[in-house]
C-alpha cells in the first residue's frame, strides 16, 4: 500500500475539516487476480475547493469525490496492450475475469498499477505527472479533465487557475487576464457613474466660482479682501483641475478603451496621457489643500487681531499675494512633477515594459525579477541593488542586436513610472514598507495630514473667538440676529472641518494598514481617486464661495414662486365657485 499525506494542500494551507483514511483505493475499482491489498490514502472528509491541488494529492482526492467540481481525470481503464515499450517488468493479471492488464513493480519494492493511461495508448506516467500544468502525455489527456488550471488561448501553456484574473499577466496573449476577466479602468457601473457626476460637477462649479471671484477682485479695496479672493481663485483653480482629470479618465474608461482596455492596459500604464493625468490631479489636489490651509490661517489671524484696520488694496499687496500664490504653485508643481523626472528614475521607476516579440517577459516586469533572470544568465551578479540603468544594459546584453531586420523598437523598453502603478494614473499613496517610493509618499501623506490640522485648528479658532465677541458686544442679552449669525457661521466651519476630515483622514489611516501590511487596500485605488479624494473639489466652491449656491437656488426659488401662485390660483378659483354655489342656493 502507499499513501498521501492530505493534511495540507499545495500552499500549506491547513484543511478547513478533519481528515479521513480511504482504506482502499484502486483504479478502476475491478477485482484484480491476485491482488490481496490496495493503496491507503489520508484525505479530509468533507468536499472542497481544489484548485491549490496539482498531481497524486489532486488525483485521489478527486478520484475519491472530496473535491466539488473537480472530476476524477482517470478515465482510460489500463490494457496489457497499453504503453508498449514502457515497464519492461510488468506482471499481466485478469481484472473481473474480463480483460488483460498488468501491474509494476514500484521502487518501494510492491506492485502496483499507479499509473495514467494517456489517451493515445502509446504512454503512462505516474500520478505524480497528472493535473501538474504540463503537458506530459503530448496529446493533452493528462491535463484535460483538470479543473486546477487556466490555459492560455494562444500558446496552450497551464498556468495554475488562481492566477487567472489575479491582475498580473501570466499568458503572454494576456488571456489569463482579458478573456474571463476583462478589466476596465474604471469596473462598475456605480463608479463610473459616480467619476462622470463628481468630474462634471467639479468643473461646472469651480468654472462659476472663478469667473466670479475673478471679476469682482478689481473692486476689492483692502488687502485681506485682495488676499481672500486670490486664495479663493487658487482652490477653484487646484479643484477645476481634478475635474478635468476625472472627466479624462471618463473618457478614456468609456469611450477611447471600453472593454478593450485589458489588452493596452501596458501600453496606457507607461503612456505619456497617462503621466500628464497624473501630475494634473497631484497639482490640484496638492494646490487646493495648500490654499486653503492659507486661507484659514490668514482668516484666524484677521480673526486674533480684530483690532488691526485692514490695509488698502495697492500694487505692493496685489505683487506680495501673487509672489505667495506663484510659490504654492511652485511647491505643488514640485511635489507632481519629482517623480517623472529621469534622475530620480531608481526612486520612482515601477518596472520595464518589453516588446511582445521578446517571449521572455510578459507584461511589466519589476527590478527583482530582471536582477533574479540576469543572474541566472550570466552565472553571477555583483552584490547589491542596481540602477535601472543597470539593469536595462545587462537585459540588452542578453539579446543579440546583429540582424539586420530587427527594427530598434523591438529593444525599447518603456517605464512604467509612479503614476503607472494602476489604471486610474493617480499619486502611489499606497506603498509598502519595502517599496523604494514610500518616504515621499509618506512625507507627502505628513504633509497634507498637517494641513487638514492646521484648517481645523484655525477655524475653531474664528469659532471661539466669534462666540466671545458676539457674547461681548450684546452683553449677555438675547440677540436673535447675532445667534443666527453665529450658528450660520458655526455650520459652515463644521461642514469645512467635516468634509476636509472625511477626505484625508480615512484615506491616510488605510494607507498606514497598507504599508503595515495589515490589509491589501490596492483593489480601492480607483474608489479612492475617484470619489473620496476628489468629493471637495465639488464641495470646496459651495462652501468657499456663495457664488455657485446662489446660482443652484434661482431655478429652486422661481419654482417655488410658481408653485406658490398656482396654488394661491387655485384657492382663489375654489372659493369662487363655493360663492356661486351659495348664491345660487339663495336664489333657488
Known sequence: SSGINAEYGAKGTPFPSTCTTIDSFIFPNHHFFGVSANTRVVLPSKPQSCDNMFGEQYVYTSCNDKCTYSPCPLSNVPQYSDCPGQFTDRVGTVANNDYLTFFIRSRHGFYTNKFFVCDNRLKCIDYSKVCDLVDDCGDGSDERQCTNHFQCNTSGRYIPKVKACDGKFDCFDLSDECTLCSKEILDGKGLKTMSWMIGISAVIANLIAAHKNIFTVRRCRTSVAVVNRFLVITICLGDLLVGIYLVTISIYDSIVFGSS??????????????????????????????????????????????????????????????????????????????????????????????????????????????????????????????SWQGVRKLVDGM???????????????????????????????????????????????????????????????????????????????????????????????????????????????????????????????????MIILPINSVINPLIYDSTVTSSLMVPAR??????????????????????????????K
Not at 498606514?512 to 480601492?524: R, Y
Open 399 to 529: 539579446f543579440s542586436h546583429t540582424v539586420e531586420d530587427i527594427s530598434d523598437e523591438l529593444f525599447e523598453k518603456p517605464k512604467v513610472d509612479f503614476y503607472g502603478n494602476d489604471g486610474v494614473c493617480l499619486f502611489k499613496y499606497f506603498a509598502k514598507i519595502d517599496d523604494p517610493q514610500r518616504i515621499y509618499v509618506w512625507v507627502t501623506l505628513a504633509i497634507n495630514f498637517g494641513c487638514f490640522l492646521v484648517i481645523s485648528m484655525s477655524y475653531v479658532t474664528i469659532g471661539v473667538k466669534s462666540m466671545r465677541s458676539s457674547s461681548k458686544m450684546t452683553a449677555g442679552v438675547r440677540n436673535k440676529q447675532v445667534e443666527a449669525r453665529d450658528r450660520k457661521m458655526n455650520i459652515r466651519i463644521s461642514i469645512i472641518i467635516l468634509t476636509d476630515f472625511l477626505c484625508w483622514v480615512p484615506f491616510i489611516v488605510i494607507c498606514m494598514l497598507h504599508a503595515a501590511e495589515v490589509l491589501d487596500a490596492t483593489p480601492w485605488y480607483s474608489l479612492c481617486s
Open 261 to 386: 482596455y485589458c489588452k493596452k492596459q501596458v501600453w496606457w500604464q507607461t503612456s505619456v496621457e497617462c503621466s500628464v493625468l497624473g501630475v494634473l490631479s497631484t497639482i490640484g489636489s496638492q494646490l487646493s489643500l495648500f490654499a486653503m490651509c492659507t486661507l484659514s490661517l490668514m482668516r484666524a489671524k484677521g480673526i486674533i487681531q480684530t483690532m488691526k484696520i485692514p490695509g488698502e488694496a495697492t500694487f505692493e499687496t496685489l505683487a506680495q499675494v501673487l509672489v505667495g500664490l506663484a510659490l504654492l504653485i511652485t511647491i505643488s508643481t514640485a511635489i507632481a512633477v519629482a517623480p517623472i523626472i529621469g534622475r530620480f528614475e531608481d526612486f520612482f521607476v515601477n518596472g520595464l515594459t518589453f516588446h511582445k516579440d521578446l517571449a521572455l517577459f510578459i507584461g511589466t516586469v519589476g527590478k527583482k525579477k530582471l536582477m533574479e533572470i540576469s543572474a541566472a544568465y550570466y552565472g553571477r551578479m555583483r552584490q547589491g541593488e542596481l
Open 558 to 587: 422661481l419654482l417655488t414662486r410658481k408653485v406658490r401662485i398656482t396654488v394661491s390660483s387655485a384657492r382663489v378659483d375654489t372659493k369662487s365657485e363655493t360663492i356661486e354655489m351659495a348664491s345660487s342656493s339663495k336664489q
